[in-house]
Protein backbone atom coordinates (compact mmCIF):
# COMPACT_ATOMS: atom_id res chain seq x y z
CA UNK A 1 0.00 0.00 0.00
CA UNK A 2 1.60 2.96 -1.29
CA UNK A 3 1.72 6.25 1.09
CA UNK A 4 -0.96 8.21 -0.96
CA UNK A 5 -3.27 5.46 -0.06
CA UNK A 6 -2.67 5.15 3.84
CA UNK A 7 -3.09 9.43 3.37
CA UNK A 8 -6.48 9.06 1.86
CA UNK A 9 -7.46 6.09 4.25
CA UNK A 10 -6.83 7.51 7.19
CA UNK A 11 -8.90 10.41 6.35
CA UNK A 12 -11.97 8.35 5.21
CA UNK A 13 -10.94 6.48 8.81
CA UNK A 14 -11.37 9.73 10.43
CA UNK A 15 -14.38 11.22 8.84
CA UNK A 16 -15.76 8.00 9.36
CA UNK A 17 -15.12 8.04 13.02
CA UNK A 18 -16.37 11.97 13.33
CA UNK A 19 -19.89 10.89 11.28
CA UNK A 20 -20.08 8.14 14.19
CA UNK A 21 -19.82 10.77 16.87
CA UNK A 22 -22.09 12.97 15.15
CA UNK A 23 -24.89 10.15 14.96
CA UNK A 24 -23.83 9.24 18.42
CA UNK A 25 -24.39 12.55 19.92
CA UNK A 26 -27.79 12.58 18.04
CA UNK A 27 -29.01 9.48 19.76
CA UNK A 28 -27.74 11.15 23.03
CA UNK A 29 -29.50 14.12 22.80
CA UNK A 30 -32.49 12.45 21.77
CA UNK A 31 -32.71 9.58 24.38
CA UNK A 32 -31.13 11.29 27.47
CA UNK A 33 -33.86 12.57 29.65
CA UNK A 34 -31.39 14.40 32.16
CA UNK A 35 -28.14 16.99 31.67
CA UNK A 36 -26.03 14.85 33.56
CA UNK A 37 -27.54 11.64 31.87
CA UNK A 38 -26.72 12.92 28.45
CA UNK A 39 -23.15 14.16 30.07
CA UNK A 40 -22.32 10.78 31.25
CA UNK A 41 -22.99 9.11 27.88
CA UNK A 42 -21.26 11.64 26.01
CA UNK A 43 -17.96 11.05 28.10
CA UNK A 44 -18.52 7.18 27.42
CA UNK A 45 -19.34 7.90 23.58
CA UNK A 46 -16.28 10.19 23.33
CA UNK A 47 -13.75 8.03 24.91
CA UNK A 48 -14.93 4.61 23.07
CA UNK A 49 -14.19 7.00 20.07
CA UNK A 50 -10.80 8.05 20.79
CA UNK A 51 -9.93 4.60 21.41
CA UNK A 52 -11.61 3.06 18.44
CA UNK A 53 -9.84 5.92 16.31
CA UNK A 54 -6.54 5.19 17.71
CA UNK A 55 -6.75 1.60 17.00
CA UNK A 56 -7.93 2.00 13.56
CA UNK A 57 -4.77 4.51 13.25
CA UNK A 58 -2.07 2.24 14.46
CA UNK A 59 -4.06 -0.15 11.97
CA UNK A 60 -3.20 1.52 9.09
CA UNK A 61 0.18 2.77 9.84
CA UNK A 62 2.54 0.50 12.37
CA UNK A 63 2.75 -1.87 9.24
CA UNK A 64 3.95 0.96 6.79
CA UNK A 65 6.81 2.52 9.86
CA UNK A 66 7.60 -1.44 10.76
CA UNK A 67 8.66 -1.78 7.10
CA UNK A 68 9.90 1.62 6.74
CA UNK A 69 12.42 1.18 9.92
CA UNK A 70 13.15 -2.19 8.77
CA UNK A 71 14.64 -0.90 5.01
CA UNK A 72 16.61 2.04 7.12
CA UNK A 73 17.99 -0.58 9.15
CA UNK A 74 18.85 -2.79 5.94
CA UNK A 75 20.49 0.64 4.15
CA UNK A 76 22.28 1.84 7.56
CA UNK A 77 24.33 -1.96 7.76
CA UNK A 78 24.87 -1.68 3.81
CA UNK A 79 26.03 1.53 3.40
CA UNK A 80 28.13 1.47 6.58
CA UNK A 81 31.85 2.52 6.47
CA UNK A 82 34.12 -0.78 7.31
CA UNK A 83 35.02 0.12 11.07
CA UNK A 84 38.02 -1.21 12.98
CA UNK A 85 37.73 -5.11 13.40
CA UNK A 86 36.90 -4.97 17.72
CA UNK A 87 39.83 -6.08 20.14
CA UNK A 88 38.85 -10.02 21.50
Known sequence: MTLKTR???T???LAFAMAVA???M???LQTSTTKQQA???AERLGLG???FSE???AGLWL???????RQQRAGARSTAPPGRPKRL
Not at 63 to 69: D, K, Q, S
Open 7 to 9: LWL
Open 11 to 13: AAW
Open 22 to 24: VGG
Open 26 to 28: VVI
Open 39 to 41: DAR
Open 49 to 51: LGI
Open 55 to 57: LGA
Open 63 to 69: PWAMERG
